[in-house]
């Protein structure tokens, strides 16, 4: 080999080794798409596109405490079952769009974790929802959905809090992991009591070293599948039923109050690198709707 090329050769060794071995991150940017089409339907919550920046604030070692923040942005798309008509008599759900921006308060305290979430947008022509999906469907040479009836433009706050307990159930290196983590909702947008219990297996790291719930600090490698089964009672949602502060919408729909849900993930952290994939399932969301499911993929990079 010439000496030249040891060097680089060496460099890039390296390199790659820092990949795999524990290291440390305070920051990280991830990038989430959600769409039903990957499973060949193209209906109800449709699309879901979101960037969200983390910072890790504080670590305590000796409480196994983490506090980590975040901020982002989301676009969501949501249409009727059939796409091509423009008779509203038809639809299921109205069309709706919401662009929003969010700021998230995560604690972890050994196995006991609080994650809180602020929510501000806009839901309406002014989301951009329509111009998005239309531009899609162009360039995939897909029918352009008509956007009849559309809810009308409006602003809506929310919060959202989790809160919940894990008991790990194997002390091999392959984890059987239980969340107890129930979560509520209070706002304009949505309003909503939702009892949810996780199950993980396989290699897991500590709550407060998971890409389970986004932690950063020392990054060691993880390959877990996460499986995720709820039930939520279901006060209001203006994305079928409007602004519950007045809103003139030409159609607007009543929800159904009790929902199951049920989710399936798989999650890798190698190195500064973090990978989801998943399948959400939920029951009909309207008395007119059918049950519906949607794709997920994220990719998240960790920095100092």
């Keep these: 080999m010439p000496r030249i090329l040891r060097p680089a050769i060496f460099s890039l060794f390296v390199l790659i080794g820092l990949e795999l071995i524990g290291q440390s991150a305070s920051s990280q940017i991830e990038f989430r798409a959600d769409n039903d089409f990957w499973l060949s339907t193209d209906r109800y919550y ?4 979101f960037i969200t920046y983390r910072r890790l604030l504080n670590r305590d070692t000796t409480l196994e405490k983490t506090i980590t923040v975040s901020t982002g942005i989301r676009q969501q ?36 974790f609080l994650i809180a979430e602020g ?3 806009v839901a309406g022509p002014a989301s951009g929802a329509e111009e998005f999906q239309n531009l899609f469907h162009e360039n ?67 709550a407060n070293e998971s890409v389970a719930y986004h932690q950063l600090g020392p990054l060691q490698d993880e390959l877990f599948i996460r499986l995720i089964t709820a039930y939520r009672f279901v006060y209001y949602d203006a994305m079928l039923e409007g602004n519950f502060l007045g809103d003139d919408s030409p159609f607007l729909v009543e929800a159904n109050q009790h929902l199951f849900k049920f989710a399936l993930e798989a999650c890798w952290r190698w190195g500064k690198n973090d990978f989801r994939a998943g399948y959400h399932y939920t029951t009909s969301e ?4 059918e049950n519906h499911a949607f794709g997920l993929l994220s990719y998240a990079r960790s920095f100092n």
């Design 46 to 49: 449709t699309t879901g596109s």
């Design 77 to 112: 798309l949501y249409t009727p079952s059939d796409i091509r008509s423009d008779i509203v008599r038809q639809y299921d759900r109205p069309y709706a769009g919401f662009l929003g921006l969010s700021g998230t308060y995560t604690l972890i305290q050994a196995q006991e």
């Design 119 to 121: 929510v501000i947008g």
């Design 140 to 206: 995939g040479g897909i029918d352009t959905p008509p956007w009849t009836a559309q809810i009308e433009n409006s602003f809506h706050a929310n919060l959202y809090a989790q809160f919940g307990r894990e008991w790990n159930l194997s002390k091999n290196k392959l984890n059987w992991i239980i969340a107890a983590q129930p979560g509520l909702a209070i706002g304009t947008r949505d309003i909503y009591f939702n009892p949810e219990v996780a199950l993980y297996f396989g290699k897991r790291n500590k």
């Design 286 to 289: 309207t008395p007119l709707a």
